[in-house]
């Protein structure tokens, strides 16, 4: 994960964090949608898909979404 997010900030455009941030309501109810239920959060696109074996799973495809968090509105 952190060389798909390395190679993403050199793309496309620098990350204001490195880091693997995971966004749990509340409520603990995840959306399918998160920025439906928070106008502070806006999908921005996918990272580089990552294609694995792992744990008995061949070709196990991951695939991690970047947001863009404001507060605000701002």
């Known amino acids: 994960l952190q060389?798909?997010?390395s190679q993403y900030s050199s793309t496309r455009?620098?990350?204001s964090s490195p880091r693997l941030h995971i966004l749990l309501p509340l409520n603990a109810k995840v959306p399918s949608k998160p920025e439906e239920e928070d106008t502070n959060v806006a999908f921005h696109?996918?990272?580089p898909e990552l294609v694995r074996d792992q744990?008995?799973?061949r070709k196990r495809s991951y695939?991690?979404?970047?947001?863009?968090?404001?507060?605000?509105?701002?």
């Open 55 to 57: 744990a008995g799973v």
């Open 3 to 5: 060389n798909k997010v």
């Open 63 to 74: 695939k991690n979404s970047v947001y863009k968090i404001t507060q605000d509105n701002e």
């Open 45 to 47: 696109e996918n990272l």
């Open 13 to 15: 455009g620098k990350l």
